[in-house]
């Protein structure tokens, strides 16, 4: 029996009738620009004419203050251009949280989704992994079986090289020292005997265990594969050791910089290893 059987096919509902093949409406960009900016004129008219004002307005502000009625005419354009940056953070949030609205909406009814599935799909690989595993340790012992096995073979070719060589000495030795015919025909005889057993020794001890071939991939009758892939996984248990091994990584320096700031503004003057200062920011208000 299939684990999976095929499921019902969800009936469509169309939400938005309008939103058909053809229909004469601009794309969204347009839209929400086009909305945007109806909003921002509704109260104010004259808001975009006065915002391109400001901002030209830079221009004629030197590159180098080097008077304080220089610096107080910037702090009026600087209040003016926060206005500005208020208002049109106003006018988007206003503009904005319909959008939103739906947006957090279709976001929870996908995250809900996604959840039972992956609560499915982590259930499932925890099993597949536990299978894996013990597959993979049943492997690395018939793999460390078959090395005994191969140092065991190893050791019993050189036992029977040895005592190869030992039994063609002593048969030789008792040819030398034959004293009749018939003592010497006996001891060639076992000599040819022995070398023989010491043959079939050798030809026994190089005969060893094969290798323990590699898992091939699962297939389902359906045309899933599923293979085993090794990964390196990693546990910090101590943090200060792990720390000196990646200081120099990027990402952890921006974490170290995010961090000391955060330390800095919450009101902390000294902290070993930064250099803390007070500096002047100029404020119009």
């Not at 601009?26 to 109260?43: K, S, V, W, Y």
């Not at 005997?193 to 699962?218: D, G, S």
């Not at 320096?253 to 930064?274: F, H, M, Q, T, Y």
Request: charged share 35%.
């Amino acid at each position: 029996m299939p684990i999976v059987q095929a499921a019902p096919e969800p009936e469509v509902v169309d939400l938005n009738p309008r939103a058909v093949m053809g229909a004469n409406e601009p794309p969204i960009e347009e839209q929400i620009a086009m909305e945007f900016r109806e909003a921002l004129l509704t109260d104010r008219p004259d808001f975009l004419v006065r915002m391109e004002s400001a901002l030209d307005a830079l221009s004629r502000v030197p590159a180098k203050i080097e008077d304080e009625e220089t610096l107080g005419r910037a702090g009026d354009l600087d209040k003016i251009l926060r206005s500005c940056d208020a208002y049109v953070t106003e006018v988007h949030k206003t503009v904005k949280e319909p959008h939103l609205a739906r947006g957090r909406a279709c976001d929870a009814e996908k995250n809900k989704l996604v959840s039972r599935i992956n609560d499915a799909r982590f259930a499932l690989r925890d099993r597949m992994n536990a299978f894996m595993a013990e597959r993979e340790a049943r492997r690395r012992a018939e793999e460390a079986r078959r090395a005994a096995e191969a140092r065991a073979a190893a050791e019993a070719a050189d036992r029977a090289e040895r005592e190869a060589r030992a039994a063609e000495e002593a048969a030789a030795r008792a040819v030398a020292e034959a004293k009749t015919a018939e003592e010497r025909a006996n001891a060639e005889a076992l000599a040819v005997a022995a070398a023989i057993e010491a043959e079939e020794k050798m030809a026994q001890a190089a005969l060893a265990a094969a290798p323990v071939a590699k898992a091939e991939p699962v297939r389902s009758d359906t045309g899933s594969s599923v293979s085993g892939r090794r990964v390196w996984q990693s546990q910090v248990v101590d943090y200060q050791l792990a720390f000196m091994a990646v200081e120099d990584n990027p990402k952890v320096r921006e974490a170290i910089d995010k961090a000391v700031a955060g330390l800095v503004k919450a009101g902390k003057r000294s902290i070993d290893g930064v250099k803390v200062w007070e500096a002047v920011s100029a404020v119009a208000r």
